[in-house]
C-alpha cells in the first residue's frame, strides 16, 4: 500500500514539473511576442518615416508651386478679364482673406468689382425654407424656375436675375427698380448681405465657400452656383483645400459630373487665386474645368494661352 507521505511526494513533483513546464514555455511565448513587437514597431517605425517624408516632399512641392504662381501671377493673368464685370458670392465657410485675395486678382486681370452678396446663414437654415419659397415665388424676377426646383435653384435664380448680365446680349436680367427690389427683399428677410448702392450687373459670377459642417448646406451651394452659371456668362466656385471630412460644394459638383461650372480647391493659396481668375476667362468661351491639389482635379491652374 502507498503510505500518505508519498502521495503527498508524487503530487509535489507532478505539480512542480507542470510549474517549471509552463515557466519555460511561457518565457518561449514571451520571448517570442516581445520580437514580434519589436518587429512590428521597426516596420511601423520605417513606415510613419517614409510617410513624414513623403510629406515633406508634397509640402515643398505645393510651396513651389505657389512661388511660382505669386512670381508671375501679374504678367499671366494681365488683361484676361480686362471690362469684365465679375460678380462674387460668398457662401459659407468662406474665409475672408480667401474673399480679399480673390477679388484682388480679378482686378490684376483687368476685371471690374461688380459688387459682394454674402449668403446669411438663414438662406441654408431648414427652419426658414418655407419663407425662402414664399419670398422667391413672389419676387419680379420674370419667369419663375421650375415649382419643382430645389431652394438652391430658386435662390439662384433671383439672384442671377438681379445681380447678372444676360448670355445673349450682356443686357441686365430686370430693370433697376426691379433688381432693387429683390436684391432688397431678399436682404430685409435676412436671406442675404450686401452694402447698399454697391451691387452692379456682373457679366461673370465667383462663388467662394469652404466646408461646412452640413452636406445640406454645400448640396444648396452647388445648386445656386449652376444657376448663377447660367443666368451670367459662367461661374466658378472656389474653396481652401479642406483638412477634414467636411463637405463643401466643389465636392459636390465634382462628384456630380457637371461640366459647365468651374471649381478651384485651394482657392487660399497663390496658384488657386490664379487658377480662379484664368478659369473665370475660360468661362467668357465657355470653357470649364476643375483645378487645383485634390485627387479629382483635373490640373493644377488652367492651360496658359499667349
Known sequence: MISLRRHVLTLVAVFLALAIGVLLGSTSVATSVRDAVVDREETTAARLETAESDLAEAHRDVDR????????????????????????????????????????????????????????????????DAELEALVANLPIGTAPAADADLGTKLGTALGRAGLLRTEDAQPHLSDEDRGTVLRTLADAGMVEFERGTIRPGQLTLVVTGPVEREAVAVRVAALTRTLDREGAGAVLGA???????????????????????????????????????????????????????????????????
Not at 488657386?272 to 484664368?278: D, H, K, P, S, V
Request: aromatic share 2%.
Open 65 to 128: 508651386l505657389d512661388g511660382l504662381a505669386a512670381t508671375v501671377a501679374h504678367k499671366v493673368v494681365d488683361g484676361r478679364l480686362r471690362d469684365r464685370p465679375v460678380l462674387v458670392v460668398v457662401a459659407p465657410g468662406a474665409q475672408d482673406e480667401d474673399v480679399r485675395a480673390a477679388v484682388d486678382m480679378i482686378g490684376r486681370a483687368g476685371g471690374v468689382d461688380a459688387g459682394r452678396l454674402t449668403l446669411a446663414d438663414k438662406a441654408f437654415d431648414p427652419a426658414a
Open 240 to 306: 481652401e483645400l479642406g483638412g477634414g471630412d467636411d463637405p463643401d460644394a466643389v465636392s459636390v459638383l465634382r462628384s456630380s459630373g457637371d461640366d459647365t461650372v468651374s471649381t478651384v480647391d485651394n482657392a487660399g493659396a497663390d496658384a488657386g487665386r490664379l487658377a480662379t481668375a484664368l478659369a473665370l476667362a475660360d468661362q467668357l468661351d465657355r470653357k470649364q474645368g476643375h483645378y487645383g491639389m485634390r485627387d479629382d482635379a483635373t490640373s493644377a491652374i488652367p492651360a496658359v494661352s499667349p
